[in-house]
């Protein structure tokens, strides 16, 4: 049995067979785990964060799965929750990104879209069970919403110019930070969040501070 699980592995690796889909990913996990599969185990675990781990994503699946199991499930969505709320605490140490722009007919006004963006998305994260986790890869997506609301409103010249320069490789940088902030979780419960706090601690880097520094002067709408 060992030889055909390390076949089976291997062509599971390789994309011969087919995800679960939806809340089937909570039935693999609840199969792993009564037959001792681990890496299997982990890698259902990352696919239930897809979708709210609730009572009736499990639906009868929770009469066969064993307490352990479910309590690393949970115990594994939290630090997953406290990794991307750490990174998230993180980028917002840089301060508010107050946006200032002159107008005669508004007479000047302000606009803290970098920190709402992240503010924002920190708030989503905090929830580990009522909805599905955030991924990673929609951050670049919602950056870009926000940036261009925010220009659209203000014409805000500094902030397209600090996003041309730095803009990709921001969301880069905290695409990769957050795919890390899951991917070093493990369903067991030896792993420590704060482990990966001391190892991991986000720094936004020249676009954060970019954005921050561009409104020191006052940006003419014109």
């Known amino acids: 049995m060992v030889s055909v699980q390390s076949l089976i592995r291997a062509e ?9 889909k939806g809340a089937e990913a909570f039935s693999a996990y609840v199969i792993a785990s009564t037959r001792g599969l681990i890496p ?38 939290k630090r997953c929750r406290d990794n991307t709320v750490a990174c998230f605490e993180s980028s917002l140490q840089i301060g508010p ?11 000047g006004a302000s606009s803290h879209w970098f920190s709402h963006f992240l503010r924002k998305r920190l708030d989503e994260s905090r929830d580990a069970f009522s909805k599905p986790f955030s991924n990673p890869r929609s951050i670049r997506r919602d950056y ?25 490789t921001f969301c880069k940088q905290l695409e ?19 482990l990966w706090v001391f190892k991991h601690t986000f720094n936004l880097g020249t676009l954060g501070s970019e954005l921050t520094q561009v409104t020191a002067h006052p940006v003419s709408r014109n």
């Open 12 to 20: 599971v690796s390789r994309g011969e067979f087919p995800a679960a």
């Open 40 to 77: 299997e185990m982990e890698n259902a675990a990352r696919q239930t964060l897809e979708h709210p781990m609730t009572f009736e994503n499990f639906g009868e699946r929770l009469r066969w799965i064993e307490g352990w199991a479910l309590r690393d499930l949970a115990n594994f969505r």
């Open 97 to 107: 990104h107050p946006c200032r722009y002159s107008s005669s007919n508004q007479g």
């Open 144 to 168: 870009m919403c926000a940036l261009n609301a925010h220009i659209s409103l203000t014409n805000c010249t500094s902030c397209t110019k600090v996003h041309a320069q730095n803009g990709e």
């Open 176 to 194: 990769d930070v957050l795919m890390q902030a899951q991917d070093e979780v493990c369903t067991s419960s030896i792993f420590s969040k704060d």
